[in-house]
């Protein structure tokens, strides 16, 4: 399935259900996930879309080191699977007169996470999820996984998303080989992983 006016549909469906309802988007690094994510929250609008990332619940650089997985970024492992748990349950629980829950984004400028960066207001409907491990089978993943009404995996051809992969980490300062490093390296493992869990979304997307 390509994405076009049904996959927004699809999400306008879940957002006037008549009650909260959260959509994950998964897929392997450099697949589109946050770009699907950031143009059906656009196409719906913020009265009844808002997006928040698994990526702000990165490690920091510090833990990383301290943990000796500062060459593995990325990896599941590093990653505060039982912190995004907990905040897609109080996402998932807040009713429309609720204050509105605060998630952390992560900066790409400065490979960290950065607290509080979006603002999810309680009286909106759909709250679009996107990351690598929505449905990892191990740790908090499940957890999560349990408050979303679906799960969308996205698909490239690997050519692309190892193209657009390289491109980024040349973009925020890596060297060409450190980029092809990084992107046929601990990225294509964690691809691997990823892909490993497809079997359980509830509709792939398909992009070009």
């Not at 909106?124 to 929505?134: A, S």
């Not at 980490?169 to 493992?189: I, L």
């Not at 691809?191 to 792939?204: F, P, Q």
Request: with cysteine; aromatic share 6%; net charge negative.
């Amino acid at each position: 399935m390509t994405p076009t006016a049904g996959l927004v549909e699809r999400a306008r469906a879940l957002a006037t259900a008549g009650q909260r309802a959260i959509l994950g988007i998964v897929g392997a690094p450099g697949s589109g996930k946050s770009t699907l994510a950031a143009t059906l929250a656009e196409a719906l609008g913020p009265d009844l879309a808002v997006v928040v990332g698994m990526d702000g619940f990165h490690l920091s650089d510090a833990v990383l080191a301290a943990h000796g997985s500062r060459d593995r970024k990325g990896a599941i492992d590093t990653f505060d699977d039982g912190g995004y748990a907990a905040l897609i349950g109080r996402i998932a629980d807040a009713r429309p007169s609720d204050p509105p829950v605060y998630a952390p984004v992560f900066d790409r400028a400065i490979e960290e996470p950065v607290a509080a960066g979006v603002e999810v207001p309680s009286a909106v409907p759909l709250v679009i999820t996107e990351g690598n491990y929505l449905l990892a089978a191990c740790g908090s993943w499940p957890a999560a996984r349990a408050r979303m009404a679906e799960v969308w995996y996205v698909e490239v051809p690997d050519g692309v998303r190892l193209a657009r992969l390289e491109a980024r980490h040349r973009a925020f300062g890596k060297s060409p080989a450190e980029a092809a490093r990084w992107a046929r390296g601990s990225d294509q493992v964690n691809a691997e992983l990823i892909e490993s869990t497809r079997v359980a979304a509830g509709l792939v997307v398909e992009l070009g």
